[in-house]
């Protein structure tokens, strides 16, 4: 069968084109995923000019990661250190951890890294969700804000660099650093606004059991009422 492509939902049109065969195709939290099984798998959305965001956006995807091989596994990136095109990308860490890089200059410096304390290595769908609005990031696992350490080698400026790199799903946009192996992702989307924190819990609780989500009562009865035909009085 064919690949299977992932269509932009919104009308910016950012369809990703992929590499994977069709039975990378699997079952998401929320209908199909695809499966990252390190055979060249990627997912390239282009370099439209929508995608260039330079502040005040939100990243949200599933993840189920299934393996921890020692070493660090890009799966995220508008970056590419060709022609200084570096703006920030993700990666599951060795230690089977979520880490953010952000680069604002494009150049590699000044440089801030970001590492959570919630394994996503554990074979089970975590809700990822990573804001970013005027210098400062934060990241939501399961709709739980987590305290990530962070590298004190700069301060990340208020905006990013304009990387006209395309945004990749399963490798860094260098090629060289390897795609994600042993991970399943689905519902991935990228936002133009910073959501909050009840946005974040909302959507993690709705996403990850619709079934609970909200009851629906018995309907009530509405007992007429005689109102007064007054409508002023001094």
């Known amino acids: 069968g064919s690949a299977p492509d992932q269509l932009d939902s919104t009308s910016n049109g950012n369809d990703g084109t992929s590499s994977h065969p069709a039975d990378d195709r699997v079952t998401g ?5 695809i499966f990252y099984d390190g055979s060249s798998d990627q997912t390239s959305y282009g370099t439209a000019a929508s995608l260039r965001v330079l502040v005040d956006w939100t990243i949200s995807f599933w993840y189920k990661g299934l393996q921890t091989n020692g070493g660090s596994q890009n799966f995220l990136s508008k ?7 570096r703006s920030w990308n993700m990666w599951q860490d060795g230690s089977g951890k979520l880490g953010v890089g952000l680069n604002p200059s494009g150049t590699g410096t000044p440089n801030k890294n970001y590492i959570t304390g919630t394994l996503l ?14 210098n400062d990031l934060k990241i939501y696992i399961d709709g739980v804000e987590d305290t990530p350490t962070k590298n004190a080698d700069s301060t990340t400026a208020a905006v990013f660099d304009a990387s006209t790199t395309p ?68």
């Open 167 to 234: 945004l990749w799903l399963g490798q860094h946009g260098n090629g060289n650093n390897g795609p994600l192996g042993g991970a399943h992702i689905d519902e991935f989307r990228f936002s133009s606004a910073v959501r909050t924190s009840t946005w974040i819990e909302t959507e993690f609780n709705n996403q990850s059991n619709t079934g609970t989500f909200y009851a629906v009562g018995a309907e009530e009865v509405i007992t007429a009422v005689v109102l007064d035909p007054i409508i002023c009085m001094w």
């Open 29 to 33: 939290q929320l209908g199909k995923g």
């Open 79 to 85: 970056a590419n250190s060709t022609g200084n095109q």
């Open 121 to 134: 290595s554990d074979n089970t769908w975590k809700k990822v969700d990573v804001t970013f609005a005027s």
